[in-house]
């Protein structure tokens, strides 16, 4: 397995990050396979090679019919109506499809698929917005033709999506319902980039910082500053490093651009060394004076770099009059706010007195949340907060497909070695259902790894 190195110089959108990774020798009947059982069916997707300050690159374009808007590719929306930079709009209004049935890495020139179905009617503008809520978008996801794996990372961006924009709005997730998310083009985007990472087989994936321009732009809600509130809020809960120039003007960093680099990234710091196997041009919508494309690379590397350092806060009270009840439900209410782990130690307190010391760990961003819950839920009056460091290997997710269904496994990587984590609740939960002992569902998890994987 390889891994991947984004240069993301000129920011991140999800048709680059498509593109890119096209370029790179994605898997396109896998591609074609999704996108051809995606229930909305009234788009098609274009699949060409353009030119980007005289480099070459590949383009995704995903091409709607005349009652829907685009919303994330060249972010048009993002202006009003009226306002349209560059963009020639297509419609698409019944099957064709045109391309060389030679999917190496190098075709990729004026591939188009058609996704939907003849309309007949008037070309009179009239848009549809489409507000879908995550728990609709799910559902659409669910019924993609796709690895689990493809499908899981799928689920995770849109999370990463509604979790963002439920902050910015002052909402839950469930009651997040917004056009630019639910809107088919980004669904694609999101669908077309989780296949197409998945068909790569990567490692690790290195992600040092986005550029990110200034300025404000226009959408339904009103005129909003660059970066979004999204892509603000997905900065700071995932710890990217955003790299805002005041010299340019405009959006270079998307919400689905920002949600994939959020979920696929294993480690901000390159590895000492690396040798590159491919490289990936992904080409952007809009152009600026620089460059207008995301650049990918395909690479193994060497050393230790590929480990991830960030800064975390550690909150710590000492409660003695509280029940184990009451310090249950505050740890539950911790780890659904968020934190990043929540224990109790026991001590003696000056005068013999017995006690629980309440620890958490967290983003800094978190803090404020953090403590406004342990005052509301416990009896103590004061916190103290310490910010440390933590280096941490990098890890990701992979479901794994077992006789008794699907189950989470967390993938660790030790340089050369690469641990493998039953995910409990996947394990608890095939327990529950085959009425068996825990541990023999955790080792049957095991052993389903050790299949796919032949180690």
């Not at 829907?68 to 064709?96: F, K, P, R």
């Not at 249950?328 to 780890?335: E, F």
């Not at 026991?346 to 949340?369: F, H, T």
Request: hydrophobic share 35%.
């Amino acid at each position: 397995m390889k891994d991947l190195y984004l240069e993301c110089a000129s920011g991140i959108s999800g048709d680059m990050f498509v593109a890119a990774m096209i370029d790179l020798g994605a898997d396109r009947k896998a591609l074609e396979k999704a996108l051809d059982s995606v229930q909305d069916r009234s788009f098609r997707t274009k699949i060409s090679t353009v030119k980007k300050s005289a480099v070459s690159c590949c383009d995704f374009h995903v091409i709607l019919d005349a009652e829907h808007e685009n919303h994330d590719h060249d972010m048009e929306y993002l202006h009003g109506e009226g306002h349209v930079h560059g963009h020639e709009h297509e419609c698409a209004h019944g099957h064709h499809h045109e391309h060389d049935h030679e999917h190496e890495h190098s075709h990729h020139h004026d591939h188009e698929h058609a996704h939907g179905h003849h309309h007949e009617h008037e070309h009179d503008h009239i848009h549809h917005h489409v507000h879908r809520g995550l728990k609709e978008v799910m559902e659409i996801v669910n019924a993609c033709d796709m690895t689990p794996e493809a499908r899981n990372l799928a689920e995770r961006i849109f999370t990463i999506l509604a979790e963002a924009e439920a902050k910015a709005h002052g909402t839950d997730i469930r009651n997040v319902h917004f056009h630019e998310v639910g809107a088919i083009d980004s669904i694609v985007d999101i669908v077309a980039a989780a296949v197409c990472f998945d068909s790569l087989h990567i490692n690790n994936v290195y992600i040092p910082s986005i550029f990110e321009g200034t300025g404000t732009i226009r959408c339904a809600h009103g005129l909003l500053p660059i970066p979004v509130p999204a892509v603000s809020n997905i900065a700071a809960a995932y710890g990217l490093d955003l790299r805002i120039s005041l010299k340019d003007r405009g959006e270079f960093v998307t919400p689905t651009g920002a949600a994939i680099a959020a979920a696929i990234r294993t480690s901000d710091k390159l590895p000492e060394n690396m040798k590159i196997y491919r490289i990936g041009y992904g080409a952007g919508k809009r152009e600026y004076e620089r460059p207008s494309f995301l650049r990918a690379f395909l690479v193994e590397g060497s050393g230790d770099a590929d480990l991830s350092r960030d800064e975390i806060c550690k909150l710590e009270t000492n409660i003695d009059d509280s029940t184990g009840e009451e310090l249950g439900l505050v740890m539950g209410l911790l780890m659904k706010a968020g934190a990043r782990d929540v224990n109790y130690s026991p001590l003696y307190m000056k005068k013999g007195r017995p006690a629980w010391q309440l620890n958490v760990i967290c983003s800094p961003d978190m803090i404020s949340e953090m403590e406004n819950i342990i005052f509301r839920n416990t009896t103590t009056i004061g916190i103290r907060r310490m910010m440390m460091e933590r280096t941490v290997l990098p890890r990701r997710e992979e479901v794994v497909e077992t006789p008794f269904g699907s189950a989470m496994v967390k993938v660790v990587d030790i340089g050369s070695e690469i641990r493998y984590y039953p995910e409990f609740e996947s394990a608890a939960r095939i327990a529950e259902e085959r009425e068996i002992s825990y541990q023999e569902a955790y080792m049957m998890i095991l052993g389903e790894i050790r299949k796919k994987h032949n180690t």
